[in-house]
């Protein structure tokens, strides 16, 4: 990672409230929101779903919210997703073209393959987004929330993979990397910078 030895940030309030942080890393591909993943205009934005995919709590349900009822009447045709997964569904009313609905681990002390777990949400949503031509994408903090997943070792695991993945597929332009909460926020702001 010595290209990032110089890494720099620019701060930049796009709305009340809101931040992004622009990281010198990974030829700019990389940013940091601070807000509501509703919010951004992007190809996709990742759902930090459940199983089911038929809507939950949290991000989850910022998102059905904000897209309406046709995104889960098209989630009812996917027959759920296995974690570690990714499906993808249009975006309705939401600015972004793309929902890509991964299913993150549930915390249960981390010796029950939920690192690897994690990794495959952020490397899948990833794939997904390619095959679909997505070169944008928002992810919010998988497993975070109510699923427990430690914040900082989450924050490793997301940063890393989608480090990797950009170092190997560059038709992805841009990651952001959307936290709602200012711990979340210090963790991605740390890593980043010295990445
Ligand atoms: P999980 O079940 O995967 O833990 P949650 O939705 O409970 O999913 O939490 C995942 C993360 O999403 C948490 O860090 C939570 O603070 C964050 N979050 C909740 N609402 C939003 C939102 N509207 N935009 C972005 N992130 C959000």
Redesign the pocket.
């Known amino acids: 990672m010595g290209d990032c030895a110089n890494a720099r940030m620019i701060l930049e309030r796009p709305q009340r409230g809101h931040m992004f942080i622009e990281i010198g890393c990974q030829m700019k591909k990389i940013k940091l929101f601070k ?4 919010s951004l205009k992007v190809d996709a934005i990742v759902n ?1 779903a ?1 199983t089911s995919l038929l809507g ?5 349900g ?1 998102i059905h919210r904000a897209a309406g009822k046709e995104l889960l009447a098209e989630c009812r045709t996917l027959n759920g997703c296995k974690t570690g997964d990714a499906k993808i569904t249009k975006g309705y009313n939401l600015s972004a073209k793309f929902v890509i609905h991964t299913v ?1 681990p549930v915390w249960n002390g981390g010796k029950s393959g939920e690192p690897e777990k994690l990794a495959s949400c952020y490397h899948r949503s990833l794939e997904v987004a390619v095959e679909n031509s997505a070169k944008t994408i928002a992810f ?10 430690p914040k900082q070792e989450a924050a490793v695991i997301a940063t890393q993979t989608v480090t990797s993945f950009l170092e190997n597929n560059p038709e992805i332009e841009q990651v952001i990397f ?4 200012n711990e ?1 926020f210090e963790y991605y702001r740390e890593l980043l910078q010295n990445n």
């Open positions: 807000g509501d993943i509703t930090a459940n939950g709590g949290g991000v989850d910022a993150g919010p903090n998988i497993s975070t929330g109510v699923y427990g997943y959307c936290v709602f909460d979340n």
